[in-house]
């Protein structure tokens, strides 16, 4: 049975039964609407009880027989209340108060005749009679013929979701790999895979390319045939089974010969492994998908074919394909992979192998603006940046979207965030005020960068002599213009709050005000919620650890102030661990935690960082100038001529000054390739 449901569904066994509702009416119901009425059994002074006179109040010797009438007058029996008035009026002979009221009844009674019979002829009342005449007879055939045209409601709206629905079915496996259960549960992963959205520490989350959605595709049942099933079993009511079985074969077969099916075989010939599938939909041209590999690969090899073949077959079957032709969206697919599989599992070959799809990409179509940000970001975690800064910039000033120019403008301020200099700080800083103000940039994009804004803002206590006059050296303009930086750094403090605050307070109260808001454009989704969260954070420990760096400083005047800047430590080092939890950590996340822990003597954990941040990014130079820093501390001065000599050598170059000092210090020659 469940193999029957999955081949032809309820739709066949419904209209077989339709049809024989019709044909044999088993209801049974009755169409007899007329005959005797039933005589009474019971005279009217048995059916009616005297009642106490509501219009004869003051007349206490009312015959019984007008007590009658009127409880006759209250049950509508107006021609029984008349002849019991009629028998009271010829007792009383005389006038008198009693023959009046008795009159007054019969007034009554003869009015309410009246009226009622005027209702009976109203059309109201002549259609409910209708109906009650003639409902019984129609229901016998109603109600089968209702139930045919539910049925073939069904039938239209379920075969028009059959026809978008893809069956596979007829793959012939003459490999021995297992390759048609393979190619069956790739099918059904592509179809039910959901887009993921890649989390960038300090960039923005672009969603994973959405393959277009194509039906789900389910398995083609055995072939049942009910006519042989039924050939044998009695007949009932004279009706043979078998000719039921025919029914529902012709019916079940009109239905799957219209349902689109994917087929294919899988065959090697000694050198290659050749893969093919092929989808065809009642009156349409097939569509095709051949992959070869060579014979002998490994099983990793069979499945990521196998998995090529499925996707492109998924994307041929979309009904509103993307506008990019299929090579382009298989190559974006695999570097979007690739991007996440670097942020999610800290493997840096996939990020070059994400920058590799990408740039093949825009070999294919110079003009396809997604991949170009997809690759722009890889270089940005490449370390890149001027390149990844010129390919944000041909998005920004080529793109039609306005979303992809808001995104491509909003990664043009991370870039420059990134150079940490006070220039490029101003640079970002500019950006991001340009797109918060803009009306047309989107919601989403508006919240990161106030958000990124906080983050500037909470670096800018790095450069706290910037703008001050050269450092005095009386006494007292000494103290006068270290206060100056300090109510310069407090101001920087109190800005990145105030950002902070604003974001925190337009957080929807209820899910359901969310949900519409995210509709309407006006609100964030749980991912990117979940982005705000980690800036928002990092800002906080940005700020924290930066405010510590400074108050450290020799020539701040506050370094005497040990307990405040290890306070100031600690709680970025608690901000930092929460951005951990929050997204998987970039490099930025990993050297911030080991600078803190560095600065609070806690060695060993900040190498582990350092370490944990070159394996995501082997060229990231501060990641080794703060492991050396706390291999020095640690171990000495051999230890650290060893990491420099060794492991430093990887690098490509030394921009930091105070790393290329260290070199220098220590006689190591300095990497230059």
């Known amino acids: ?68 009438a009127e409880a006759a007058i209250e049950a509508h029996d107006y021609e029984m209340a008349l002849q019991l008035l009629r028998a009271s009026r010829t007792e009383l002979a005389a006038p008198s108060a009693t023959k009046i009221c008795v009159a007054r009844l019969f007034k009554v009674a003869l009015e309410k005749q009246a ?73 059904r992963s592509v179809a039910s895979r959901r887009s993921r959205e890649t989390q960038s520490a300090g960039l923005l989350n672009l969603p994973a390319m959405t393959m277009p959605a194509a039906s789900i595709l389910t398995d083609q049942g055995a072939d049942i045939k009910w006519t042989a099933m039924l050939a044998d079993a009695p007949a009932i009511q004279g009706v043979s089974p078998k000719w039921i079985g025919q029914l529902i ?81 298989i190559l974006l697919r695999k570097g979007v992979t690739a991007l996440n599989e670097h942020i999610r599992y800290q493997n840096y070959d996939a990020l070059s192998r994400a920058a590799s799809s990408f740039e093949s990409i825009r070999s294919i179509d110079p003009s396809d603006m ?40 909003y990664n043009i301020a991370v870039t420059q965030l990134r150079r940490y200099t006070a220039a490029s700080f101003e640079s970002a800083r500019k950006t991001l005020n340009e797109l918060i103000a803009n009306e047309n940039t989107p919601y989403s994009v508006r919240c990161f960068a106030r958000a990124t804004l906080a983050n500037v803002i909470a670096h800018m206590p790095i450069f706290w002599k910037d703008g001050l006059p050269d450092e005095p050296k009386e006494p007292e303009a000494l103290k006068a213009w270290q206060v100056a930086a300090k109510q310069r750094v407090n101001g920087c403090a109190d800005e990145v709050k105030k950002i902070i605050s604003e974001l925190q307070g337009k957080t929807p109260s209820k899910a359901t005000s969310q949900k ?43 370094q005497s102030d040990g307990d405040a800047i290890q306070k100031l430590f600690a709680e970025a080092e608690d901000h930092y661990r929460h951005c951990e939890l929050l997204a998987p950590p970039g490099v930025e996340t990993l050297t911030n935690l080991a600078t803190v822990l560095f600065r609070q003597r ?36 051999d230890a650290c001529h060893t990491f420099l000599s060794d492991d430093a050598q990887a690098l490509r170059q030394i921009k930091i000054p105070g790393f290329r000092k260290m070199f220098d210090d220590k006689g190591v020659p300095v990497p230059d390739k």
């Open 602 to 637: 806690k060695y060993n954990e900040a190498i582990e960082y350092c370490r944990r941040a070159r394996q995501l990014n082997p060229n990231y130079e501060y990641a080794y100038y703060r492991e050396a820093q706390a291999i020095l501390a640690k171990e000495g001065k």
């Open 249 to 329: 074969d012709g019916l079940a077969g009109l239905f799957m010969a219209r349902a689109p099916i994917i087929s294919g075989w899988a065959r090697t010939d000694g050198e290659k492994l050749q893969i093919r599938l092929t989808a065809q939909r009642a009156g349409g041209w097939p569509n095709t998908v051949f992959r070869e590999v060579a014979s002998g690969q490994d099983r990793e090899a069979v499945l990521a074919a196998v998995e090529e073949v499925a996707i492109t077959m998924h994307y041929l079957l979309a009904a509103k394909p993307a506008d990019r032709d299929v090579d382009s969206a």
């Open 370 to 409: 997604e991949a170009t940000l997809y690759e722009g970001l890889a270089c940005e975690l490449l370390e890149q940046h001027e390149r990844a800064l010129n390919l944000f910039e041909e998005v920004r000033n080529t793109a039609d979207d306005i979303t992809l120019r808001s995104r491509a403008n």
């Open 516 to 558: 519409r808001q995210v509709a309407a454009g006006k609100s964030l989704t749980r991912q990117e919620n979940m982005q705000l969260r980690w800036l928002i954070e990092n800002a906080h420990g940005n700020l924290a650890l930066n405010q510590a760096m400074y108050l450290a400083a020799p020539d701040s005047g506050f």
């Open 1 to 68: 049975m469940k193999d029957l449901w999955a081949q032809t569904g309820p739709l066949p066994m419904l209209l077989a039964v339709g049809i024989i509702l019709i044909l044999f009416q088993p209801f049974g119901f009755s169409a007899e609407i007329t005959g005797p009425k039933v005589p009474r059994e019971t005279s009217p002074a048995q059916e009616l009880v005297p009642v106490t006179s509501s219009y004869c109040i003051d007349v206490p010797d009312l015959p019984l027989s007008a007590r009658f």
């Open 115 to 187: 009226a009622a019979a005027k209702d009976r002829r109203s059309f109201g009342a002549r259609l409910v009679r209708w109906f009650e005449r003639w409902l019984p007879a129609a229901a016998g055939v109603a109600a089968p013929i209702l139930f045919l045209v539910l049925v073939c409601k069904i039938v239209v709206v379920w075969q028009g979701r059959r026809c978008a629905q893809w069956r596979f079915r007829r793959f012939d496996d003459t490999t021995g790999l297992g390759i048609a259960d393979d190619i069956g549960a790739s099918l």
